[in-house]
Structure formats: C-alpha cells, structure tokens
C-alpha cells in the first residue's frame, strides 16, 4: 500500500498522523509462507523535518503462525513491531549522505511503500529459535517420531568416530 507524503514534504513543520489498514494476509521468508491470524490497523506519525525531509514513526501487532524448530508443530507468536525511519522527497535524495540512503528502500517517488516496510520489520525482529516449549523434545532422527508425546524406541547411541579405526580392527579379527 503506497502513502502519498508530497503535502509532509512540501509543508515546514506539518504533522500527519493516520491509522492504515494493514493489506497483508501472509508473510514470505526464505521461500516459506507464514498465515498472519491477526493484526492492528498500523499507526503512523509523519512530520516534516525540513525540505523535502520526514520523521516517521509507526506501530503495528501481528499473530503469526510459525513451525517449532525442534518438532515442527504450529506455534502462534505475536510481532510487537514499533518503528522509525527518516524519509526525504526524490529531489533531495540525490543529495542524501551514506546514513540516511535506508530509508529510501521504502520510498517510491513521493510515496512510501508501508508494506515493504513492515515486511522488513518482521524480518528483523523474527526470532533467532522458535519453540513449542521450553522443554520440546524435538523428533527422532531416525523414525521421526514426535519425542514429546513418548520415546521411539530407536538406538540413540552414536559411536565415537575417533574409535573407528580400533573397532574395524576388532571387526576383522573376529571368528566367524
């Protein structure tokens, strides 16, 4: 959804603050479709900084649903998601210092772009482990079986790799 920011630009000192329907109905990372089950209206606060020039600052709650990365089940998380960026018109981008270029990623002519920019918010507060449980288990590596709900009954135990060498001598010196 594109926001049309040409009368913040162009006024010194004004003041725009606007609730937006959040359009997106599912959220894309790394090739895997996450459902969004619920989500605020975004709140948003524009205000000129100069010419050509804007604060932003906005806030927006999310529910999605992710998979546990240990045993794969449905974990609902929410994205408490508040945000600021500074913003400038395309005819001052040209004049932009290195600090300043991020916040044109978002800005399309003199509009910005708020689900862009609300997708990268998610990607940088996604979390580093998603768990079911602080205790899950996770599955079986040989059966898959979901752990938390009872053992499998597959052999767990993993040879040292350094002893490989003494059991193949063994191996070989074994009656038949």
Known sequence: MLINLTDVFSSEGKV???????????????????????KTPISVTFSNTGNGKAHMEGHVKLTMILSCDRCLKDVIH????????????????????????????????YSINIEDLISNEILINWPTKVLCSEVCKGICKQCGKDLNEGECG???????????????????????
Request: with cysteine; aromatic share 8%.
């Open 78 to 109: 929410e994205f408490d998601l508040s945000f600021t960026e500074e913003l400038v018109s395309p005819e001052v981008s040209d004049d932009l210092s290195e600090d300043m270029e991020d916040g044109r990623d978002f800005m399309e002519g």
């Open 16 to 38: 725009v603050q606007m609730q937006v329907d959040l359009e997106m109905v599912t959220y894309e990372n790394q090739h895997v479709t996450y459902t969004i089950t619920d």
């Open 154 to 176: 597959c052999d767990t135990f993993v040879p040292d790799p350094r002893m490989a060498v003494i059991k193949d001598i063994f191996n070989a010196n074994k009656e038949v």
